[in-house]
């Protein structure tokens, strides 16, 4: 059962669009979202997250958005650069113990073109 | 500050083999979660360590097995090693809900 669901699963944009990448939970209980961003042979690296008591957080170029009632949650990121091409994951954690860690969705393949 | 550090970074195994990864947590960190990453997917949540116990579990087999010493480094063991385990495995440490992640070891089972 897949409990972080995350789409599109690739995504080509043009330098200087906004990529918005977006996710769905199914586990009320998580209350802790983070993005984390990782390049071919490294590991992932955290970008930026985020608690459901807020509905958006801004760090940089990067930006979440958040809807509690949805279950969503969604990444923008602004001015986009080639550099920005990377896979892109998101992730739910409850924070309270007892849980499987941080569930992570398939991940975004994202290219930023020149 | 190194960060979260792990070795070796590739390593080639046959069937049936044992395999013991490494990790160092990031400085002031006393948590380790330890993930499997196949490829094309999200990692995947094997297990974590606090105070030199296993806490927390995912759905992994007994033959996934772990370790936390005493200045919160970590290994990780697989017995009998599969094709199927061949993956990236990512250690993560952490002193709350941020987990910061170090650049994986690629096991190659053939």
């Known amino acids: 059962q897949q409990q972080v669901k995350q789409s599109p699963q690739s995504l080509i944009v043009q330098k200087g669009g906004i990529p918005i990448i977006n996710c769905a939970y199914e586990?009320?209980?998580?209350?802790?979202f983070p993005w984390y961003q990782q390049f071919p042979g490294k590991g992932p690296a955290l970008l930026i997250a985020i608690r459901p008591d807020v509905s958006e957080k801004k760090e940089g170029r990067f930006t979440i958005s958040f809807n509690k009632s949805a279950k969503q949650f969604s990444l923008h990121i602004m001015d986009s650069q080639p550099g920005d091409s990377a896979t892109y994951f998101c992730a739910a954690l409850y924070s309270g113990g007892g849980a499987d860690g941080l569930t992570f969705g398939k991940g975004t393949h994202l290219i930023i073109q020149p | 500050d190194a960060g979260v550090t792990q070795s070796p970074t590739h390593l080639i195994k046959t069937r049936g083999q044992q395999v013991t990864l490494r990790c160092s947590p990031k400085?002031?960190?006393?948590?380790v979660s330890w993930y499997q990453q196949a490829l094309g997917q999200g990692p995947q949540f094997i297990f974590q360590y606090y105070e030199e116990e296993e806490r927390q579990r995912g759905n992994f087999p007994d033959r996934f097995s772990g370790h936390q010493f005493p200045n919160y480094s970590s290994e990780l063991n697989v017995n009998a090693l599969l094709l199927g385990d061949s993956a990236l495995y990512l250690c993560?440490?952490?002193?709350?809900?941020?987990?910061?992640f170090g650049q994986g070891t690629r096991l190659t089972v053939v």
């Open positions: 400085s002031g960190h006393d948590t």
């Open positions: 586990n009320t209980a998580f209350d802790y």
């Open positions: 993560a440490s952490s002193s709350d809900t941020e987990a910061f």
